[in-house]
T-cell receptor, first 115, second 113 residues
């Protein structure tokens, strides 16, 4: 157990819908990262937050958005869902900074299936 | 941005043999290189990492080597066991304040008993 929690574990929804994925980082970690894992794209970085502020953006679609709250949990919002959005979505957290503080620990993931 | 290439995509070894997975990266400013093991349907788990000021790091049966000049790093697993079977991902973090991981495409390692 990495100490990073994600809910829900599984999500089945229809095209065009909107869903929210939730992540709670390890105690003491200020940085939260979201990654998407699909069969054809591998593990792709979506977005990073550090202490409530967006730090970096990767291959995140405009239909997707995220935020980090004052208690440091984060939510990833996916809207106007398409079949191709079906994937495993992982959240990772780190203390933040460099050296040993940058080691990222992954949550168990949310498996999203869009029908 | 950073680009990480990983080889081979699949690797089968006999139990007790060694396994080597290689990665190359593109950005010379990258300075942190973790390796993750992922079992089917589970989270990526960090197994070892190395920073750019070190050339080699070892943890029991696992070792990682880094060649900054050639921009490549490798994972070595000795005395492989069936429970080592999984997908292994290399990754790199660029320099700067954003610390996101760029992953390789993964290697499916199968250890045959």
């Amino acid at each position: 157990d990495s100490g990073v929690t994600q809910t829900p574990k599984h999500l089945i929804t229809a095209t065009g819908q909107r869903v929210t994925l939730r992540c709670s980082p390890r105690s003491g970690d200020l940085s939260v990262y979201w990654y998407q894992q699909s069969l054809d794209q591998g593990l792709q970085f979506l977005i990073q937050y550090y202490n409530g502020e967006e730090r970096a953006k990767g291959n995140i679609l405009e239909r997707f958005s995220a935020q980090q709250f004052p208690d440091l949990h984060s939510e990833l919002n996916l809207s106007s869902l398409e079949l191709g959005d079906s994937a495993l979505y992982f959240c990772a957290s780190s203390v933040g900074g460099t050296g040993t503080r940058e080691t990222q620990y992954f949550g168990p993931g949310t498996r999203l299936l869009v029908l | 941005g950073e680009n990480v290439e990983q080889h081979p995509s699949t690797l089968s070894v006999q139990e007790g043999d060694s396994a080597v997975i290689k990665c190359t990266y593109s950005d010379s400013a990258s300075n942190y290189f973790p390796w993750y093991k992922q079992e089917l349907g589970k989270r990526p788990q960090l197994i070892i990492d190395i920073r750019s000021n070190v050339g080699e790091k070892k943890d029991q049966r696992i070792a990682v080597t880094l060649n900054k000049t050639a921009k490549h790093f490798s994972l070595h697993i000795t005395e492989t066991q069936p429970e080592d079977s999984a997908v292994y991902f290399c990754a790199a973090i660029q320099g700067g304040s954003a610390r996101q991981l760029t992953f390789g495409s993964g290697t499916q390692l199968t250890v045959l008993p």
